[in-house]
């Protein structure tokens, strides 16, 4: 198993273009979550899903879009490059919960964005 | 609202000395707790978590966690460091009351460096 892979996984953009940056999951997880990271930050949420066709804002939305048409697959938009979006960006899956368990996050490897 | 504290952004030590990553939690409810390490250029990667039940936690790489309610907080601790257990270590929190879909807030990040 691949487990959660990303696409680039280096990308220089200029002010104002536009990019979709992927995540696919082959852990049959339900929820999915696309953090950013700056430097010497902690992880920022940007948005989350728990299922196929349901998305949501985390604390860090504007800017980004997202959707989710199928259980692997969660790409994230960004519609109008700005030099604030340069950062790293993970994907990361969570199990169902079934049974009441409580899992932890599987991470991808990450995307680092620059915007010049 | 959850919030986690690293208060400490590097923690130096010895190799064979034990280690101490302090962090430090608020969250409405019963917390779920997790740490994560991540090496330069990679995803992070889960460690150990604490839902319920003993206050120690025991997790990967010989390492482990004390959950103390009272203070608020969960450390992570190995008793003798490795120089390859350098890295950054992040502290998350989850609110208890939702098994995955809760969203995790994590810490800013501790820098562990353990010197020959």
């Known amino acids: ?116 | 609202a959850q919030s986690v504290a690293q208060p400490e952004d590097q923690v130096n030590v010895a190799e064979g000395n034990p280690l101490t990553v302090k962090c430090t939690y608020s969250v409405s409810g019963n917390p779920y707790l997790f740490w994560y390490v991540q090496y330069p250029n990679r995803g992070l990667q889960f460690l150990l978590k604490y839902i319920t039940g003993d206050n120690l936690v025991k997790g990967s790489y010989g390492f482990e966690a004390e959950f103390n309610k009272s203070q608020t907080s969960f450390h992570l601790k190995k008793p003798s460091a490795l120089v390859s257990d350098s890295a950054l270590y992040f502290c998350a929190v989850r609110p208890g009351r939702n098994t995955n879909a809760g969203k995790s807030t994590f810490g800013d990040g501790t820098t562990l460096t353990v010197k020959p």
């Open chain 1, 1 to 116: 198993n691949a487990g959660v892979t990303q696409t680039p996984k280096f990308r220089i953009l200029k002010i104002g273009q536009s990019m979709t940056l992927q995540c696919t999951q082959d852990m049959n997880h339900n929820y999915m979550y696309w953090y950013r990271q700056d430097p010497g930050m902690g992880l920022k949420l940007i948005y989350y899903s728990v299922g196929a066709g349901i998305t949501d804002k985390g604390e860090v939305p504007n800017g980004y879009n997202v959707s989710r048409s199928t259980t692997e697959d969660f790409p994230l938009r960004l519609e109008l490059a700005a030099p604030s979006q340069t950062s790293v960006y993970f994907c990361a899956t969570t199990g169902t919960g079934f049974g009441g368990t409580v899992d932890e996050q599987f991470f991808g490897p990450g995307t680092r964005l620059t915007v010049l």
